[in-house]
């Protein structure tokens, strides 16, 4: 696994991190046992400081996705992949049958983000907050 890290995007370097896994853990490129990169691996590939990597490991670890055996390792402890979201899937399928007519259609990057983003609001609406109270002065 490579890590990439989008420094200008505002999203801390070890949110990014660990984000990268998740996702790697739902689109079944990760399983159980398998061993992450080392700090020292991330830091040669990405130029960010090692803390920021044990940061984003030991979030994953609170989690219960990873277990960290001192001088052996990080591994994978479970995984998050669903069977329609593994590749090969009917589903991913479909999914790159339309990114590929979305491509042909002219749409950039954005245009698709958008759209997807737009769809996956519609489709899975987040639960709303709850108001904030106003505390009356007494």
């Known amino acids: 696994m490579e890590f990439r890290i989008e420094r200008h995007s505002g999203v801390a370097a070890y949110q990014q991190i660990a984000q990268q896994v998740r996702q790697a853990l739902r689109l079944g490129h990760l399983s159980p046992g398998d061993k992450l990169p080392t700090a020292a691996q991330v830091v040669a590939t990405t130029a ?15 989690e219960g996705l990873v277990d960290s ?21 009917p589903l991913r399928e479909e999914l790159r049958t339309w990114m590929t007519q979305a491509r042909e259609a002219g749409l950039d990057r954005e245009d698709v983000a958008a ?24």
């Open 69 to 89: 055996r001192q001088g052996v390792g990080t591994f994978v402890r479970r995984s998050l992949a669903r069977p329609g979201a593994a590749g090969g899937s």
């Open 48 to 62: 960010i400081n090692p803390n920021t990597v044990f940061k984003a490991y030991r979030e994953l670890e609170r």
């Open 115 to 138: 759209l997807l983003a737009a769809e996956l609001e519609e489709c899975y609406p987040r639960a709303a907050t709850p108001p904030v109270r106003q505390i009356e002065d007494r």
